[in-house]
Nanobody, 117 residues
Framework: QVQLVESGGGLVQPGGSLRLSCAAA?????????MAWYRQAPGKQRESVAV???????GYADSVKGRFTISRDNGKNAVYLQMNSLKPDDTAVYYC??????????WGQGTQVTVSS
């Protein structure tokens, strides 16, 4: 079983920055994984924020494009989300997602990001 451990959430003022981390605590071929970040605000549906595919392609939701950057370190089995110019609308629980070959999907436990003055 793959376990994804998230960290880096917290309280930040508008315009501030946070860096989220997600590490896979398991013996997997991490380079074979497509990684993504999702977020879910209270009363809202979970939405995709950023994706980093196994072939190196990246994609972002329009709402975060230009402010968020997804990156990965296969040697550390980790994926990161650098969040800059944060807005109150970015407040949500952020989840790390992994898709492995063979239709295997895993989720992190979620980390709270709160943007408020």
């Amino acid at each position: 079983q793959v376990q994804l451990v998230e960290s880096g959430g917290g309280l930040v003022q508008p315009g501030g920055s946070l860096r989220l981390s997600c590490a896979a605590a398991s013996g997997i071929i991490f380079s074979s994984a497509t990684m993504a970040w999702y977020r879910q605000a209270p009363g809202k549906q979970r939405e995709s924020v950023a994706v980093f595919s196994r072939n190196g392609g990246t994609g972002y939701a329009d709402s975060v494009k230009g402010r968020f950057t997804i990156s990965r370190d296969n040697g550390k089995n980790a994926v990161y989300l650098q969040m800059n110019s944060l807005k109150p609308d970015d407040t949500a629980v952020y989840y790390c997602n992994m898709i492995l070959p063979g239709a295997r999907e895993y989720w992190g436990q979620g980390t709270q990001v709160t943007v408020s003055s």
